[in-house]
């Protein structure tokens, strides 16, 4: 089972269309989850942190389970701007500095008009 | 600009030549972090440093590779002996704290991309 896994993709959906992504970790001690965002051959930035209570930033919101080990964003009322790789984002607890973050490959998203 | 920065943006070698990246961490940061990105693959961790420390390289190909963050100046990943399998996007990212329970993200600079021909 891989680190993290996430939907493959691609996502096309009209502007103002609600889509969800998944992500899923295999590492039950894992602390600390993200949502960065990668357009095409540019940085990795940074989305949103993902708190075990739930976190909502504007018209994205993010949900964190970790009884099933399951991340989810979720982009309400999508712009053109929004087409870009979503990659979740775990901590790796593989040593006792415990500072890795381990990537998923990513979701392609594409918002059209 | 106060975010990470990375130089070059491009580098071109060839089989067998050394190649040399550089990385300026965030104004304040301590914690240097080196990730490669293959081409229609995940970002995959190489090496964290702290300033004159590798805290930890479990990523870092075991030979042609090596990191240092000296006292002064950027860190620097250095590839040895080039091969045409290294030709990928090398980002660097830094933090404010080591992300082990803190919870801080790492912000990433634009990135390295070398190609070897």
């Known amino acids: 089972r891989k680190e993290v896994e996430q939907d493959p993709g691609p996502f096309n959906v009209p502007e103002g269309a609600t889509v969800a992504f998944n992500c899923t970790y295999s590492?039950?001690?894992?602390?600390?989850f993200f949502w960065y965002r990668q357009d095409c051959r540019k940085e990795p930035k940074l989305l949103m942190s993902?708190?075990?209570s739930g976190n909502e930033d504007g018209r994205f919101t993010a949900q964190l389970n970790r009884a099933s080990q399951y991340i989810s964003l979720l982009i309400r009322d999508s712009k053109l701007s929004d087409s870009a790789t979503y990659l979740c984002?775990?901590?790796?607890?593989?040593?006792?500095?415990?500072?890795?973050?381990?990537f998923g490959k990513g979701t392609t998203l594409s918002v059209s008009s | 600009n106060a975010g990470v920065m990375q130089n070059p943006r491009h580098l071109v070698r060839r089989r067998g030549q050394e190649a040399r990246l550089r990385c300026s961490p965030m104004?304040?940061?301590?914690?240097v972090y080196w990730y490669r990105q293959l081409p229609e693959e995940g970002l995959k961790f190489m090496v964290y440093?702290?300033?004159?420390?590798?805290?930890?390289e479990s990523g870092m190909p075991k030979e042609r590779f090596s990191a240092e963050f000296p006292k002064e100046g950027p860190s620097i990943l250095r590839i040895q002996q080039v091969v045409r399998g290294d030709s990928a996007a090398y980002f660097c990212?830094?933090?404010?704290?080591?992300?082990?329970?803190?919870?801080?993200?790492?912000?990433f600079g634009d990135g390295t991309r070398l190609s070897i021909l």
């Open positions: 590492n039950s001690a894992s602390q600390s």
């Open positions: 104004k304040g940061h301590s914690h």
């Open positions: 440093l702290q300033k004159e420390n590798i805290i930890d």
């Open positions: 993902v708190y075990s």
């Open positions: 984002v775990v901590n790796s607890l593989a040593n006792q500095a415990g500072t890795a973050l381990i």
């Open positions: 990212a830094s933090s404010l704290e080591g992300v082990r329970g803190s919870g801080q993200p790492q912000h």
